[in-house]
């Protein structure tokens, strides 16, 4: 496996400040409301956006990115180079297809790549907030993308998508803006995490903060960086985005350039050294205490206990069209998560379909290449948008 491209550490640190793309700023007078009780103000949202809006301002789907994704979602990152994160789903006669709307996708709050996050400039001390910026939760993400989504004059997303951490956003919206959402697909995903999720994002985090670079949070005003702890908190939560079968299929046991085991603790097998390639590539383009506030705003995440413990109360009333989506090798939000949000939907009286995608490839199969998904996702759009009245 060859060793991850080296990314100059200020070609990743100028995107959390001045990103590339497009940037909203919210001033003095208008803050963000947080969860910990505290007051978000200024701050901005890095965001990018694909296709025409049209006259009536009704083609508008907000993409949601996953946990360590970001707003390029179907164009070239700044950072790495490499293609946006779902161009595969997203472009002109795509599946999503931005000859016929409007795509916008931010960088979330807490994120790296723009949007205000522990790597941003504090402006009342002149440097990087870190530990200082309050904990974000997904329904703060959430508030600050209707924030922009205001901005820019629509009143109605006609869709809101994402899978995994993405998909929390899109229930989120679906709750909390239920009259400025159209229609709904969380892929992937869940109503609250799970306490194995929980346990393996604390893993991460703990080997982040073990990490003696990490110096309290204070790593980038001490021109240091975790990198060692951020890899093995990739690697780690790497695994779980993969299946048995996909891993089997594709490394197996077999040895990585070399015939036989070396009696040391270089990376014989393959596995091994696609894990470090993994480690080491995230490091060149993402923020340790960034992976630290978007995981805790995961865990912190559940809607039913928002409205009484009642996930079908969250959804009651709704008139927003959903399609969930899961895949039957995906163990980090397994088919009962997604049947979860199906039958409160249901008891709620919804409008929802619902698939479960037979794949090996399991939790990361929502950015791969699955032909079911694209027409499952194509078709649901169209219908919608025969019902909105978008030609």
């Known amino acids: 496996m060859a060793r991850a491209r080296r990314i100059p550490d200020d070609l990743a640190r100028q995107q959390a400040d001045q990103p590339a793309g497009e940037v909203a700023h919210f001033g003095a007078d208008e803050p963000l409301v947080l969860d910990a009780g505290i007051s978000l103000a200024p701050f901005q949202i890095a965001y990018r956006t694909y296709g025409t809006l049209n006259a009536e301002r009704s083609n508008a789907i907000l993409v949601c990115h996953a946990l360590t994704g970001d707003q390029h979602v179907a ?150 960086r975790p990198s060692a702890g951020l890899a093995v908190a990739r690697m780690a939560a790497h695994i779980t985005y993969l299946s048995d079968a996909a891993l089997h299929r594709k490394f197996g046991r077999r040895f990585q350039d070399r015939d036989a085991p070396t009696f040391s603790f270089d990376a014989d097998f393959q596995v091994e050294s696609y894990l470090r390639y993994q480690g080491e590539a995230f490091v060149e383009r993402f923020d340790a205490n960034s992976y630290l506030y978007v995981t805790r705003a995961m865990d912190y995440f559940d809607i039913a206990a928002d409205h009484g413990g009642s996930l079908a109360r969250a959804f009651a009333g709704t008139r927003t069209r959903f399609c969930v989506v899961s895949f039957t090798s995906d163990w980090l939000f397994p088919t009962a998560d997604s049947r979860q949000v199906v039958h409160a939907l249901n008891a709620a009286g919804a409008s929802v379909s619902f698939a479960e995608i037979t794949s090996d490839k399991g939790h990361d199969a929502f950015l791969l290449d699955e032909p079911e998904l694209f027409a499952i996702t194509r078709g649901f759009l169209d219908s919608a948008a025969r019902a909105r009245g978008i030609a």
């Open 75 to 224: 164009s070239q990152n700044p950072v790495t180079g490499k293609s946006g994160w779902w161009d595969i789903m997203i472009g002109p006669g795509k599946p999503i297809d931005t000859d016929r709307y409007f795509v916008i996708c931010t960088n979330v709050l807490g994120g790296c790549m723009g949007t205000t996050g522990p790597a941003s400039t504090d402006p009342a001390t002149g440097q990087p907030y870190g530990l200082s910026l309050p904990l974000i939760t997904i329904p703060d993400m959430v508030r600050a993308q209707a924030m922009l989504v205001k901005r820019l004059g629509i009143d109605t997303l006609f869709s809101v998508v994402g899978g995994s951490m993405g998909g929390m956003q899109v229930l989120q919206w679906a709750a909390q803006y239920r009259d400025a959402v159209f229609s709904a697909m969380p892929i992937a995903t869940a109503a609250r995490h799970s306490a194995q999720n929980i346990a393996f994002h604390e893993v991460g985090r703990q080997a982040i903060m073990a990490d003696p670079e990490w110096r309290g949070g204070r790593y980038l005003a001490e021109g240091t």
